[in-house]
């Protein structure tokens, strides 16, 4: 069983568009996390969840909006696209706040 | 502000050599530091970790070496082989903040 599951894995769209993507944790963990990966690979944390509540919002343009229906579930919706993000996302979860991580294998968004 | 940055964004090294990936810090109230494998098309994966209180610790073919006097993290990979070709990524904890920051990434190819 995948420990921590987000779909989609690519999601390709036009500038403009709204998209969510989804993250699942099956390790019981508490916090949840929003990253996002440039192409020069630096990773950047967006959102940080703990049983349900926001902890951490970063900088991030209020386009993105993370939702947590339960502390197994974070995702992630974007609202009117840009060419700038474009990245990857990665969704992450630790047994608490700032520990190790566990993450999801990434969603590739592509905006054109 | 804090960052943690590595000395090199690529290392090349001869399959069966050891490989060090250097990491340095600034925020001294960080207790706890993390070492993470990122291969192509995956998320990032726990490979070691040592806590403040601890100068050096051992895994199976890696080693994490740890001076808080000068605030500079190691990661030592003895007979480098193929499969290690990846991203590492050093990320320091502040457990009491709830906080971590990651490093910017050392690409790491294995040549046979």
């Known amino acids: 069983d995948t420990a921590v599951s987000q779909t989609p894995k690519y999601l390709v769209t036009q500038m403009g568009n709204d998209k969510s993507i989804k993250c699942e944790q099956n390790?019981?963990?508490?916090?949840m996390y929003w990253y996002k990966q440039d192409s020069k690979k630096f990773l950047k944390i967006m959102f940080s969840y703990n049983n349900k509540e926001l902890i951490i919002n970063e900088t991030v343009p209020n386009r993105f909006s993370p939702k947590s229906p339960d502390k197994a579930h974070l995702n992630l919706h974007i609202n009117s696209l840009e060419l700038g993000d474009s990245a990857v996302y990665f969704c992450a979860s630790s047994q608490k706040q700032g520990g190790g991580y566990t993450f999801g294998s990434g969603t590739r968004l592509t905006v054109v | 502000g804090e960052s943690v940055g590595l000395h090199l964004p690529t290392l090349s090294v001869q399959e069966g050599d050891n490989s060090i990936i250097n990491c340095a810090y600034s925020?001294?109230?960080?207790?706890?530091f993390i070492w993470y494998k990122q291969e192509s098309g995956k998320g990032p994966q726990f490979i070691i970790d040592i806590r403040s209180n601890m100068d050096k610790r051992q895994g199976q073919r890696v080693t994490v070496l740890l001076n808080k006097t000068v605030k500079h993290l190691s990661l030592q990979i003895a007979a480098t082989q193929p499969g290690d070709s990846a991203v590492y990524f050093c990320a320091e904890i502040r457990t009491n903040a709830g906080k971590s920051t990651f490093g910017d990434g050392t690409t790491l190819t294995v040549k046979p």
């Open positions: 925020n001294s109230a960080s207790d706890y």
């Open positions: 390790l019981g963990h508490d916090t």
